[in-house]
């Protein structure tokens, strides 16, 4: 009920559409609207926690979806969807893809235990400033920073959806060079003695990101970490080679995403949006 909580509710309200048969739960459809985060980020939501039981109804599921649907939301997405729903949500209007995946190697650890990869990538070497945000230092950052992405974020989003986080501890940096000004949040993933690290979101001109590596190689060290991988979608894949991050669908390494409990597999994740 703590996670169930945290992610769908607020002010006493569920950010759940239901729908009843003879007073009984038939069908849910959860949605994570950014305004959780902060009020003023009314303009976007997540999808999540999609479920139907087996019924004579017919189509339940879509009929739950098209009440968010029609919240108007400038943009709705959608992450981790599995093979089978994708020509569903280009039905619906939705783009789709499969997220890239990334990871930066710790070449300071000689003995590699979850990969076996072992080469040594270069990287544009850039005097970075780091700086460790909290709940108060985070407010002293220019706005500015958030423009370069969509959906928009804010001081306020990141301070409760991360620093605020009841079940996971993220780490939030300022990273602050005469070319570089990003925010990079990620987490510790700990399993036998061994340390990954996971970043979670990176905030900012992209164009910055290739003079990243000797901050990424400075925290993989920092934190003891074999290495850090990085989903996502929208960064050029030239600028991350460029800081140093190898791309895990041209290396065929297996990078695992599952550590609760650990599965030694890639994994691919697939994502929808519509965005207006």
Known sequence: KKVFDWFYK??????LVVAY???????????????????????????????????????????????????????????????????????QGFNTGKLDHHFFINNNLRAKKIIKFSKKKKFIKENINLIKLNKNNIYNINNKIFDYQYPKKTKKYLTFRYLNNKFYNYNLFYLKSKKVNLILVFRIVEIKNLKIMKIIDLIGNQLNVKFIGGAMNFLLKKFNCEYSDFYSFGISKKLLSQAGFYDRYQTKEVIPDLFEPFINKNRDINYAYMSK
Do not use: C, M
């Not at 607020?10 to 950010?15: A, E, G, L, Q, S």
């Not at 459809?29 to 109804?57: C, H, M």
């Open 21 to 91: 048969k003879n007073k009984s739960i038939i069908g849910v459809q959860g949605f994570i609207p950014f305004s959780k985060f902060d009020n003023i980020l009314k303009n976007y939501a997540f999808l999540a926690y999609w479920r139907v039981k087996k019924t004579k109804e017919l189509g339940v599921g879509l009929r739950l979806f098209k009440i968010i649907k029609n919240n108007n939301f400038k943009f709705t997405g959608v992450v981790g969807i599995n093979n089978e729903l994708i020509n569903y949500h280009k039905w």
């Open 10 to 15: 607020k002010n006493k309200i569920y950010n």
